[in-house]
């Protein structure tokens, strides 16, 4: 066994290698690619929960973990709180999409591109771990572009005219987002001369007198790249086509994970590369503050007015991921100690990975079953397909922020933490938006069991278990982080603690 | 005034790579072909590179390669990180562009067209 | 279209791109260039070749099912040669602190580990220029 601080890298690489491999095993044993995919994510699960052990309870991770051992020279990776948070998302999350994408997409895609899907789905997953593991800028770049190449083709995959158009619309908006972070970084280093994002966070903190214009530059375009990978609201307008065309396992992860990913890079760089002044004299936060809080009313808003079940959840993600962005607005410059909001902010991520994820899984049953895809169409199938409407219930009500769901709880920190920065108007925003949620949420499992259902002579498809168990430990997840939610915010407090110094 | 035309000039490098990354931003949010969104983000990455090259130059370096001949004294090399970094950068802006083409030969076999406008037209129709 | 003095030209000058790429991933140490520089040489002399004669006469010389394997091939010489230093008891992709041999600066054999993984590097970066020229052409022949 290697020591635990070799397992970040023993990740990245083991995933990216193992990608590499499924052409091969594609070629010669078509049916291990699945269980090697499964193995292969298990055992970076194991590895991240092992981390994240670690981070808390031990030290090995107080230094960074330099290639090459080029220190201070070199690439670090560094797994802090955040960045092992991330992971464990990630991987768990993940595992479980994969598992339910092996039924899936033995109907959605052709023989033929099925075991490059796990190539792509490897590729995704191991580009993700490094993101969020990375210290360096400019390795960042490099696991963005990978994310950003595999999350397009995990929708182009299936080929149909809506998926190909949605993803390059996707490629094309997030190949925008990149030029601008490149230029970012361009900006960073001509100030700086590092990459590395401690020792920008150090020098930068000396150049702020002197070139205040650059430094404003490169963290708005910081933020406008992120915005767009991560579809804050008025940057938003990819997300929707490419969410809903795609392949339902993908959807999954593009919604559960691949946004939020983004949102983590920016949190990591905004708090630890910037100097405080600077945030404390250019009002980024009202901003992105402002644009979340437009995000969380808009998404909703769309939402309500889809017929597409799937393009309805898509819109929902757009909501959602305001309140992840509503956290770090909530951050107050002038009062770094109240760091309730920016908790409730990260917190969402795994509540929304987790029921997000599950609600296109649930989507992704009912066309597999029933070949239903409009929301109107849903009338009285909560008899045929029980289960998933059961799980369901719990998503939405999560979605909606009932207490004992995991949503509450986010929702309930980032409430304190406005009104602890004396904002309760964005109190009032989040109840609003949890109100609109209901509206088009609720109506949707009242119809499916009390409706007259128009399906008396469809046949409804068997829905395989290895289809229905992810599904189940998903709803299970969303319960288990409504009622018991202590561990994830203890770790995401140190995490936040060790943000702001 | 003259002090803003003045470091234009002194740093002309530095504007002309932000035009062309303007350029390139603007065609392609505005052009509604295909091709012509994907030479204009090849515009704009290549206006980054530009920019990260100029600002590892040195004035009066020599390129950084060791050499049997020991350097005379005075002589600095110029700066090899940011040469070294656009190297990968160009690398995954071809990769991006073969995957964008790719996905316009697929996008043409479906619509018959490589015109972002026709194409919300013709799926408009199909709604 | 077939051109009699393309075809000629061409069958005579792939060798020379060819062992040019060789000799930039190989010295890719040693002087400027490297794993992808060379390897944009050495799979540019076999896109050059299958436009002058035809997609099929290329694909005899690599066809896409090998270039895929190396492809793949390429990018675990990289990962094995950064874990054998992990082996070793260094950080991912350590080189002399390893204990990889060193020799001595400015000859070929030098370097420790860096030889062998831009040798990889080439290798990747030419087959995955050859696959993508491929992939692309060949969405254009289904169509007509």
């Known amino acids: 066994m290697p020591a635990i601080e070799h397992y970040p890298i023993i990740m990245v690489a083991g995933l990216l290698l193992l990608a590499f491999i499924m052409p091969l095993l594609y070629i010669w044993k078509r049916n291990w690619c699945e269980p090697v995919a499964i193995f292969a994510i298990s055992v970076a699960l194991v590895m991240s929960l092992c981390i994240i052990y670690e981070v808390v309870q031990g030290d090995a991770f107080e230094e960074g973990y330099w290639m090459g051992g080029w220190e201070h020279f070199g690439i670090e990776f560094k797994a802090d709180y955040l960045s092992s948070y991330m992971l464990a998302v990630i991987h768990g999350v993940g595992l479980l999409i994969l598992i339910y994408g092996i039924g899936d997409l033995k109907k959605e895609l052709v023989e033929k591109v099925r075991g490059w899907y796990y190539t792509l789905y490897l590729l995704l997953m191991g580009a993700m771990s490094g993101m969020a593991l990375t210290n360096d800028l400019f390795n960042l770049f490099v696991f963005m572009e990978i994310v950003a190449i ?20 996707y490629l094309i908006l997030s190949a925008m987002g990149t030029g601008c972070y490149l230029l970012s970084v361009a900006m960073i280093y001509m100030i700086t001369g590092y990459m590395n994002l401690d ?12 070139y205040p214009l650059n430094i404003l530059v490169a963290m708005s375009l910081m933020v406008v790249s992120f915005g767009v990978k991560s579809a804050l609201f008025p940057l938003h307008v990819w997300l929707p086509d490419a969410h809903a065309s795609a392949p339902s396992p993908s959807s999954a992860v593009l919604s ?13 760089i905004l708090f630890r590369a910037f100097p405080m002044e600077i945030l404390k004299e250019v009002p980024m936060t009202d901003i992105i503050l402002w644009m979340s809080t437009l995000g969380i009313i808009f998404g909703s808003i769309f939402a309500m007015v889809q017929e597409n079940f799937k393009k309805m959840l898509a819109y929902s993600s757009i909501a959602q991921i305001g309140y992840v962005f509503m956290g770090i607005g909530l951050f107050d410059p002038e009062r770094p100690e109240e760091t309730e909001a920016l908790v409730g902010g990260l917190l969402h991520i795994l509540n929304h990975a987790v029921m997000k994820s599950m609600l296109f899984m649930i989507a992704g049953i009912i066309i597999y079953s029933a070949g239903l895809k409009k929301i109107r169409d849903f009338d009285g199938i909560g008899n045929r397909l029980k289960w998933p409407m059961y799980i369901f219930i719990i998503g939405s009500a999560s979605m909606v922020g009932i207490p004992i769901t995991g949503g509450f709880m986010s929702k309930l920190h980032l409430a304190q933490g406005a009104i602890a920065v004396d904002m309760p108007f964005f109190v009032m925003v989040i109840i609003a938006s949890s109100l609109l949620n209901a509206i088009y949420y609720m109506p949707i499992f009242i119809n499916a ?38 561990p994830v915010i203890g770790v995401l407090e140190s995490a936040v603690e060790s943000l702001i110094q | 005034m003259m002090e803003t035309i003045e470091s234009l000039l002194h740093n002309y490098y530095y504007f002309i790579a932000v035009v062309l990354f303007v350029i390139g931003f603007h065609t392609m949010l505005t052009h509604s072909n295909l091709i012509k969104k994907v030479i204009a983000m090849n515009i704009m990455d290549t206006s980054v590179f530009l920019l990260f090259v100029t600002i590892g130059y040195v004035q009066g370096g020599r390129p950084p390669i060791m050499d049997a001949v020991t350097p005379p004294a005075g002589v600095d090399y110029i700066n ?10 160009i690398i995954v802006a071809i990769s991006v562009t073969a995957y964008a083409l790719s996905l316009i030969v697929k996008i043409y076999k479906f619509y018959g067209t490589i015109d972002a406008d026709e194409i919300a037209e013709i799926r408009g129709r199909e709604e | 279209m077939e051109d009699q003095i393309v075809r000629m030209i061409c069958r005579v000058i792939v060798p020379f791109i060819q062992i040019y790429g060789m000799f930039i991933i190989i010295f890719g140490h040693l002087s400027p260039g490297g794993g992808f520089a060379g390897g944009a040489i050495a799979g540019a002399s076999m896109v050059l070749f299958a436009l002058s004669f035809n997609l099929q006469a290329g694909s005899k010389k690599i066809s896409e099912e090998s270039a895929s394997l190396l492809e793949s091939g390429g990018a675990l010489v990289f990962v094995l040669a950064g874990v054998v230093a992990l082996v070793l008891g260094a950080n991912y992709l350590t080189n002399l602190e ?13 370097a420790g580990v860096i030889p062998v993984i831009t040798l990889g590097l080439g290798l990747k970066v030419t087959s995955s220029i050859v696959t993508l020229f491929y992939h692309l052409i060949g969405g254009e022949e289904e169509e007509h």
Do not use: Q
């Open chain 1, 150 to 169: 595999s999350a397009c083709a995990i929708i182009s995959i299936k080929e149909d005219r809506e998926c190909l158009e949605a993803s390059f619309k």
């Open chain 1, 199 to 210: 020792m920008v966070g150090e020098t930068m903190a000396l150049g702020v007198g002197e």
């Open chain 1, 256 to 268: 559960g994970l691949v946004i939020k990913i983004y949102a983590v890079a920016l949190v990591h």
């Open chain 1, 449 to 486: 069991f009390l409706s007259e259902s128009k399906h008396e002579n469809v046949t409804f498809k068997p829905v395989p278990g290895s289809m229905m168990i992810p599904v189940v430990i998903l709803g299970g997840l969303v319960l288990l982080f409504g009622i018991y939610p202590a």
């Open chain 2, 80 to 89: 090899p990180l940011p040469s070294a970094l656009i190297l990968t950068g």
């Open chain 3, 98 to 110: 390893a204990g990889f041999p060193a020799g001595t600066p400015g000859r070929l054999f030098s």
